[in-house]
């Protein structure tokens, strides 16, 4: 018992010491963004001037990542979900091929796509400037996030019968497409856009490349905030940065969680 | 109750084949018949093409080219599944797990854009029809195998079909839920009078549901009939076998008596050159040796309660299946007297 108590203890110590390692950081960061000077630490007095500053020069950036994040999303959902539908529904080579090279844009890395985007559409002057030459760089990046996800659902249910019993009950295909394969891979549709929304808003690698001075998203002024201001507006970027984000995470995270049953288990008819 | 009459359909399907695109024949050409009102149970082994068979007249397979689905005699082959309203009942129950129950069994009605008292209407009359009226907000995940069977039947039943489809409706069950909702089913259809099609690799559940049995083996219908011509006269040797416990023994059909070497069995009509005799346990006593025709020894004995199985080996074939209600044990390799009745034997 004793010895059990002990082992608790050391888990629970070493599970909050890995914790700590991570958080510290952000912490000490999101502190040096309301510190007015951070070399003289929190003594110098907090102040919410560099937050000021940060949404001065940089507010621009934020809205054109939540709006490129949004989009992007929007996209991946049209363009993911059917995709993904037609892969569960067709188990051939071809689409097993398909499946495969999906994860290329992951495995690639992002300074590659940004590069073959830049050679083959740079000279396009109207869309190389355009936030929505980013876009496409998003969404080649975060569509495979949402076939996986959306996939993963729809192989995992029997979609093939639950379509015919409902087309037995005189469902067409849009019906059937509206009414019971979307309500049923409702949390494989959810998961991935977390996940397209979360790594379209961070998405730095390729964003450098493929940005202009005039449409830099959120990461990218972050770097540019941290390498040519002082560290605590780039603190301060940080900051301001969890503050959009949480909120958004957490509200899909809320509505990606399973609906909880109304009524308790089953106990009649089985006599 | 159900208080509207449906009108039943008579079902023909003519030359109805299919060939898989990988050029697998899971079914050759068939005609058949299915008189309106009329419960058809497709019996046989797995890959024996029952299940197809079923698809087509669905609507969820297309025949090969020259195949022919007619509903009341006129053609609808071409129309996809939708448009054919026949209802379905899977062996996996299908039921849509984003909605509840009273959803599901409303699913038909909304797709066919009922109002919604009309809905709730009908609704209410299948749940207390398939006696679920509890269950009506419960969600699929929290039903029972016999519960969601239910909600199935009612849910296909509740657009009012011209025909039942039922596709091994009962074979996720255990076997006491089973012989429970056999009975249920049984008494839905006599009481519906709905014409059904029932597929099963069950020969218990085929005897007891189906006015014909069509009993299939390799893609192709070896013989159909009601229950008791598929038991008593079977066409041929795969029914013989599949159906019940079938019974074989070689000898010589002579002058009214086909001799075996293990004794001679008196049998007047024999066929002409018939070498083999086939008979079910039941037509077989067991006797004192002094009135037996035949005479062989226990291989094995099984203690029923109300009877004992005997497997009685008289000569080179597998042995002989027979059934006793003698109080008393039988020992491996004691030799029984065997009387077998005449109007048992079968020849094929």
Same mark, same amino acid.
């Given at each position: ?23 510290? @950081? ?43 994040? /949004? ?61 929505? %030459? ?10 495979? #996030? ?23 009950? +005189?469902? &067409? ?13 409702? +949390? ?84 | 109750?159900?208080?509207? @009459? ?16 990988? &050029? ?6 068939? $005609? ?16 024996? &093409? ?22 009341? +005699? ?5 129309? @996809? ?24 069994? +409303? ?133 013989? $076998? ?15 008596? %086909? ?8 049998? /007047? ?9 086939? %008979? ?22 099984? %203690? ?6 005997? #497997?009685?080996?008289? $000569? ?33």
């Amino acid at each position: 018992m004793k010895k059990r108590a002990v082992l608790f203890w050391a888990q629970l110590g070493f599970t909050l010491m890995v914790c700590a390692f991570l958080i510290v @950081p952000v912490v000490l960061s999101m502190l040096a963004g309301v510190t007015v000077n951070y070399q003289n630490g929190l003594e110098s007095g907090l102040t919410l001037r560099w937050i000021g500053e940060v949404w001065a020069g940089y507010r621009q950036t934020i809205f054109l990542s939540i709006g490129i994040s /949004l989009v992007c999303l929007a996209v991946t959902l049209v363009l993911g979900v059917p995709a993904a539908y037609v892969l569960a529904k067709r188990q051939n080579a071809m689409t097993r091929a398909i499946e495969e090279l999906l994860v290329m844009p992951v495995a690639v890395p992002g300074l590659a796509t940004a590069l073959a985007l830049i050679v083959t559409y740079g000279g396009a002057g109207g869309f190389r400037t355009s936030w929505t %030459f980013i876009l496409v760089g998003h969404v080649l990046f975060t569509l495979p #996030f949402m076939v996986r996800s959306v996939l993963a659902v729809l192989s995992a249910i029997d979609l093939k019968t639950l379509e015919e019993s409902a087309s037995s009950l +005189g469902a &067409g295909f849009g019906q059937r497409f509206f009414q019971i394969v979307l309500p049923n891979c409702r +949390g494989g549709i959810l998961a991935g856009s977390l996940m397209v929304v979360t790594l379209s808003m961070g998405e730095f690698n390729m964003t450098w490349l493929l940005h202009t001075p005039l449409t830099k998203t959120l990461p990218v002024g972050l770097a540019d905030a941290y390498a040519s201001l002082r560290l605590e507006i780039g603190s301060a970027y940080t900051l301001v940065f969890f503050v959009m984000i949480v909120p958004l995470l957490l509200a899909m995270q809320a509505m990606s969680r399973p609906r909880k049953s109304k009524t308790a288990k089953a106990d009649i008819g089985e006599e | 109750m159900m208080t509207d @009459p449906v009108q039943p359909l008579a079902i023909a399907l003519s030359r109805c084949g299919k060939t898989f695109a990988d &050029g697998t024949r899971a079914l050759e050409p068939l $005609d058949l018949e299915i008189k309106a009102g009329e419960t058809v149970v497709f019996l046989g082994p797995s890959g024996c &093409g029952k299940t197809t068979t079923l698809r087509i007249i669905a609507g969820l397979e297309d025949p090969d080219a020259g195949g022919r689905v007619l509903f009341d +005699g006129v053609d609808v082959t071409a129309q @996809p599944i939708e448009q054919r309203n026949v209802g379905m009942v899977f062996q996996s129950y299908a039921l849509f797990p984003n909605m509840t129950v009273a959803e599901n069994i +409303g699913y038909g009605l909304r797709v066919r854009r009922a109002k919604k008292p009309a809905i709730a209407a009908r609704v209410d009359e299948m749940l207390g029809m398939m006696r679920i009226e509890p269950l009506a907000d419960r969600r699929i995940d929290q039903l029972s195998g016999g519960q969601r069977q239910r909600v199935a039947l009612a849910r296909a039943l509740a657009v009012r079909p011209r025909a039942l489809l039922l596709d091994e409706p009962l074979t996720a069950l255990d076997a006491k839920l089973r012989d429970a909702l056999r009975l249920e089913i049984d008494e839905l259809l006599r009481r519906l009078g709905i014409t059904a099609i029932y597929v099963t690799h069950d020969q218990a559940e085929a005897m007891a549901l189906g006015d014909r049995i069509a009993v299939m083996d390799h893609g192709k219908m070896a013989q159909i009939g009601p229950p008791r011509e598929i038991y008593r006269r079977p066409a041929t040797r795969f029914v013989a $076998d599949f159906i019940g416990t079938m019974n074989r023994i070689s000898g010589v059909a002579r002058g009214g008596v %086909f001799v075996t070497d293990a004794g001679a069995v008196p049998w /007047l009509e024999a066929p002409p050159g018939t070498t083999e005799a086939l %008979f079910r346990p039941e037509d077989v006593t067991v006797v004192d040796e002094g009135q037996a025709h035949l005479k062989g020894s226990v291989v094995a004995a099984f %203690f029923l309660g109300d009877r004992t199985r005997l #497997f009685v080996k008289v $000569d080179a074939n597998k042995p002989l299946v027979v059934e006793t209600d003698a109080r008393r044990d039988y020992a491996h390799g004691e030799t029984v007297g065997l009387r077998i009745d005449p109007r048992g034997l079968m020849a094929l």
